[in-house]
């Protein structure tokens, strides 16, 4: 096999707590994860040497930078693998969106090569080589429902929370993961979400509740930075969303809905405010 084509699904936080910092700079976390079909798509080939990355994304980066370049690199230098590797990075889910763009292709990487390249790792295998590239490398590796606990490393099978109409808004804004965690206080958090709680929701798969109780901490530091966030959360519930929250330290918004109707009038609503906005289901 010298060609491959892969799904690369992205995710949402449906809660996210952080729970201290740690003195390698990172902080512990606990959060539910829950990937979505909103994906790119990544196509492998064997070239004869080095790592050529292509993107129909002008921000994709196309050099060392790129998780995806420092996952191939990992591999090769780990397994003394001689061959090369182009990697073409067709992209839909958007950049520094709190969606796991980056995270979720580096993931693919380290499945694709794993069998492009015979190397007949497991899953555990690659999920701790991914954590030393990127915290939710992991969990795109594993895929799903999961609690994550520690920096997202540390992840827990949650029962399947499949085919819940989700819908997004993505305002295009340029947040920075490390700033907010850098801003956040954590003395002076007001909500903190009940995981345990969450988790009984899903076990029980009452979409109702888990949408009322669903929190993030982060939300705290980048609502006050970008009020924009809290509108477009606003105009989900206004339009019938069963809850809203942003997923992971922003600037995306999610509102979960139990109706296709009030999905796309809210769609409609959204789009006259901002450009990106996407009709995607838990998987």
């Known amino acids: 096999m010298t060609e491959m084509k892969l799904d690369a699904y992205g995710k949402i936080n449906l809660s996210l707590d952080v729970l201290s910092k740690r003195q390698d700079g990172y902080h512990n976390i606990s959060t539910i994860m829950q990937q979505i079909d909103l994906k790119d798509t990544i196509i492998l080939r064997e070239i004869g040497e080095g790592i050529v990355i292509e993107s129909d994304h002008p921000k994709v980066p196309l050099d060392s930078t790129n998780l995806v370049y420092k996952t191939a690199e990992l591999i090769k230098e780990k397994y003394?693998?001689?061959?090369?590797?182009?990697?073409?990075?067709?992209?839909?889910?958007?950049?520094?969106?709190?969606?796991?763009?980056?995270?979720?292709?580096?993931?693919?990487?380290?499945?694709?090569?794993?069998?492009?390249?015979?190397?007949?790792?497991?899953?555990?295998?690659?999920?701790?080589m991914g954590v030393k590239i990127g915290a939710d490398?992991?969990?795109?590796?594993?895929?799903?429902?999961?609690?994550?606990?520690?920096?997202?490393?540390?992840?827990?099978?949650?029962?399947?929370?499949?085919?819940?109409?989700?819908?997004?808004?993505?305002?295009?804004?340029?947040?920075?993961?490390?700033?907010?965690?850098?801003?956040?206080?954590?003395?002076?958090?007001?909500?903190?979400?009940?995981?345990?709680?969450?988790?009984k929701n899903m076990e029980e798969d009452d979409i109702y509740s888990l949408s009322k109780n669903?929190?993030?901490?982060?939300?705290e530091v980048t609502l006050r930075k970008y009020e924009i966030i809290d509108r477009l959360k606003k105009i989900m519930i206004k339009n019938g969303a069963l809850g809203s929250l942003m997923s992971g330290?922003?600037?995306?918004?999610?509102?979960?809905?139990?109706?296709?109707?009030?999905?796309?009038?809210?769609?409609?609503?959204?789009?006259?405010?901002?450009?990106?906005?996407y009709v995607t289901k838990t998987i």
Request: hydrophobic letters at 40%; one cysteine or more.
């Open 80 to 128: 003394n693998i001689d061959k090369g590797i182009y990697i073409k990075i067709q992209k839909n889910i958007p950049i520094a969106s709190g969606l796991a763009g980056g995270s979720t292709d580096a993931a693919m990487i380290f499945k694709g090569l794993n069998k492009l390249w015979d190397l007949n790792l497991s899953e555990r295998e690659l999920m701790d």
């Open 137 to 199: 490398i992991p969990f795109c590796i594993m895929g799903g429902t999961a609690q994550a606990e520690g920096i997202g490393e540390k992840l827990k099978k949650l029962p399947s929370f499949s085919d819940k109409l989700i819908l997004l808004a993505n305002p295009g804004l340029p947040v920075s993961t490390v700033k907010v965690y850098e801003s956040l206080q954590l003395d002076k958090i007001n909500k903190r979400p009940d995981i345990g709680k969450l988790i």
């Open 214 to 219: 669903m929190a993030n901490v982060l939300e």
């Open 249 to 277: 330290s922003g600037p995306t918004v999610f509102g979960i809905f139990d109706s296709e109707k009030a999905l796309y009038n809210c769609k409609k609503d959204l789009e006259k405010m901002i450009k990106n906005v």
